[in-house]
């Protein structure tokens, strides 16, 4: 019985030098063609930074009678208060922001950006520790707490 070429090389592993030839440039031109795309930008959607379109500098101060009063940090005017055993969200959010700072070794004087973007998320931001946190993604109710402070602005001005 004799066998060819070809069914003796593939059933001893070997296979012939232009398959081989053939499947390394294909990996080649994959490489150098992801390589391309990548950099080169090629099938990349660019998607705009959403822009501020509202921002408040705010100092926060806990007060004797367990509410929180939220002051404009641009003048010092009274804006908003935490009534007490109220908005949770904020509380513990502005609890979080303030251990960070102590960890740091910050004082509380540099004030809180709270900021609408153009693309509807709220975020709030500790420029002392450049911690930043979108507020939309705790949920609209979450979210809600925190713009009620810009209609609070919008309503003292």
Known sequence: ??????????????????????????????FLASAIAH????????????????????????REDGSILVRNATDGAAIYSVAPGTNGFIRSTL?????????S???????????????GVIWLEDPATSRRIGLNAFGPTNAGAFAEIFAAQRRAQ
């Open 1 to 30: 019985m004799t066998h060819s070429p070809t069914h003796s090389a593939a059933r001893h592993g070997n296979l012939p030098k232009p398959v081989l030839m053939g499947a390394g440039a294909l990996i080649s031109f994959t």
């Open 39 to 62: 950099y080169g930008g090629i099938g990349v959607q660019q998607i705009p930074a959403a822009q501020a379109i509202e921002t408040l500098r705010l100092s926060f101060e806990d």
């Open 95 to 103: 609890r979080g922001l303030a251990r960070e700072r102590r960890r």
């Open 105 to 119: 070794g910050l004082d509380g004087s540099t004030p809180f950006l709270l900021e609408t973007s153009s693309d």
